[in-house]
């Protein structure tokens, strides 16, 4: 069965520093694969997604994220963060094939510090 | 603009009752999802939609109902609530033309007491 791992449960960065939020799927073939962000009390907002091609993607807020296929990972990566970040982070993938639905990881919960 | 919305925003009941949901979106998406939220299982998707007359269980469907009688709206019934449905629940929508972009509500928090 198709499964989306999210390793880090909660991490925490102080403001300016890089981050990179980590995200291993598995499934037999090549995934789409997305991002969402969740802020406290909101829903989720798409940050970045990817279906085919270059493997490097960019999406909002200055964020990207990198598809290794050899890996099975999607991590996100973003070079200086700001407090404004501080939420949650939601990797899912999308199977393909008759079914539109997601598959979410569980989610790491971002703290930037001063 | 367009939007998704969810109403109530917060909702408190009693175990046993029947407890309803509401979700409408105006992007004129034909994809719409129910998902709950829970600490430590991220989100889980309960019934999903393809279209009006369509509908379809998720992972955790149990307890849980929906109809499609137009394409705005996908409301979720809790037949009978129980503890176990205390939760944050998400409504989202998506198009056909780019089925796995979905677009989230705003969320509902639902306790059972």
């Known amino acids: 069965a198709q499964s989306v791992t999210q390793p880090d449960i909660h991490i925490t960065v102080s403001e300016g520093a890089s981050l990179e939020l980590r995200c291993n799927y598995s499934?037999?073939?090549?995934?789409?694969l997305f991002w969402y962000v969740q802020s406290p009390g909101q829903g989720l907002q798409l940050l970045l997604k990817y279906f085919s091609g270059d493997t490097l993607v960019q999406g909002i807020k200055g964020f990207e994220a990198e598809f290794k296929r050899s890996q099975s990972s999607f991590n996100l990566r973003k070079p200086s963060v700001h407090w404004s970040d501080a939420a949650e982070y939601f990797c899912a993938v999308g199977p393909g094939g008759a079914t539109n639905k997601l598959i979410f990881g569980t989610g790491t919960l971002l703290a930037v510090q001063p | 603009d367009a939007e998704i919305t969810q109403s109530p925003r917060h909702k408190i009941t009693e175990t046993g009752r029947q407890v309803t949901l509401a979700c409408h979106q105006t992007?004129?998406?034909?994809?719409m999802f129910w998902y709950r939220q829970d600490l430590g299982h991220g989100l889980r998707l309960i019934h999903y939609s393809y279209g009006v007359q369509d509908t379809n269980k998720g992972e955790v469907s149990d307890g849980y109902s929906v109809s499609r009688s137009n394409t705005e709206d996908l409301p979720l019934t809790l037949e009978s609530a129980a503890s176990s449905q205390t939760s944050v629940y998400f409504c989202a929508s998506s198009a056909d033309r780019d089925p796995y972009e979905q677009y989230f509500g705003p969320g509902t928090r639902l306790t059972v007491t």
């Open positions: 499934y037999g073939a090549t995934p789409y």
């Open positions: 992007w004129n998406h034909n994809n």
